[in-house]
C-alpha cells in the first residue's frame, strides 16, 4: 500500500510526517478505496480484526511515549522491513476469527508506530479476490485507523500541528488514487509486487543506517 512506499522517505525528510499525518492521509484513501470496492467487503472479518486492534493500538502509543527519538526510527525501520516479510510469507493463513484477531492487533500495534497496518491483514485475506482483499482491507483500515488517531491524541502525539500537516500529503494522495482509476488495468502486477517491496527494503536499511 501507500504506506509502505510513503513512509521510509518520509522518514528521511520529516519524521513528524510518520504516524499520524501519514495515518490521516491513508484514513481518506481507505474511504475512496472502500467505496470504489464496496460490494465486496467482509464486514464480519473486518469487525474481528478491529476488535483486535485496539489492544495493539494502545501498546502502540506506550511504545512511541517511551522510546527516545533515535531507537524509534530503528524500530520503525525495522517494523518496515518485517511488513515486507509478512508480505512475502508463503504461509497459507485464511480468515479465521483468531487469526482476524491476531493480525487485527499486529496490524494496530503496526499502525501507531510506522503507519503501515496493512500486510497482516492482507496476508489473513491473501487468497481471497482482488475485490474482498482491497474492499476489506480498506474497511478495516478506515476503523482501525480512526482508533489508532484516537489512541495517539490521547496519549499526545496527533494534535493540530499533525492535523495541518496533513495538507503536504492529501495532494499526492488524491492524485496517485485518480491516475490508478486510469492505469490499474494495464500494470502487470508480476513485477509491480516485488518492486515495492524491494524499494521499500531499501528505504528502510537507509533509514536504521541513518540513524
Known amino acids: 500500500g ?13 519524521p513528524a510526517m510518520v504516524p499520524g499525518p501519514m495515518l490521516l492521509s491513508m484514513l481518506i484513501l481507505s474511504f475512496l478505496i472502500s467505496y470504489r470496492n464496496r460490494d465486496s467487503i467482509d464486514f464480519t472479518g473486518m469487525w474481528a480484526a478491529v476488535l483486535g486492534s485496539v489492544p495493539g493500538a494502545i501498546l502502540g ?5 517511551t522510546l527516545p527519538t533515535k531507537s524509534l ?31 487485527g492487533a499486529l496490524a494496530g500495534f503496526m499502525a501507531n508506530t ?12 491473501q487468497h481471497a479476490s482482488p475485490a474482498k482483499l482491497r474492499g476489506t482491507l480498506a474497511g478495516f483500515s478506515i476503523l482501525g485507523i480512526t482508533i489508532s488517531i484516537v489512541a495517539l491524541h490521547f496519549g499526545g502525539r496527533f494534535g493540530v500541528k499533525e492535523l495541518s500537516a496533513v495538507v503536504y500529503l492529501l495532494p ?17 502486477g508480476r513485477w509491480l509486487r516485488p518492486a515495492i517491496l524491494i524499494f521499500s527494503s531499501l528505504a528502510a536499511l537507509s533509514v536504521i543506517i541513518k540513524s
Request: proline share 5%; aromatic share 6%; net charge positive.
Open 114 to 125: 510506522t503507519s503501515i497496518g496493512g500486510p497482516p491483514i492482507a496476508l489473513v485475506y
Open 61 to 65: 502509543v506506550i511504545i512511541l511515549n
Open 172 to 188: 499526492g494522495t488524491l492524485l496517485g488514487f485518480g491516475i490508478s482509476i486510469w492505469i490499474a488495468k494495464y500494470v502487470d
Open 73 to 103: 526510527t530503528i524500530l520503525i525501520g525495522g517494523l518496515i522491513i518485517l511488513a515486507v516479510i509478512i508480505s512475502l510469507a508463503g504461509a497459507k493463513m485464511h480468515p479465521t476469527k483468531i487469526n482476524l484477531l491476531s493480525a
Open 2 to 14: 501507500s504506506a509502505l512506499v510513503a513512509v521510509p522517505i518520509l522518514l528521511l525528510i520529516d
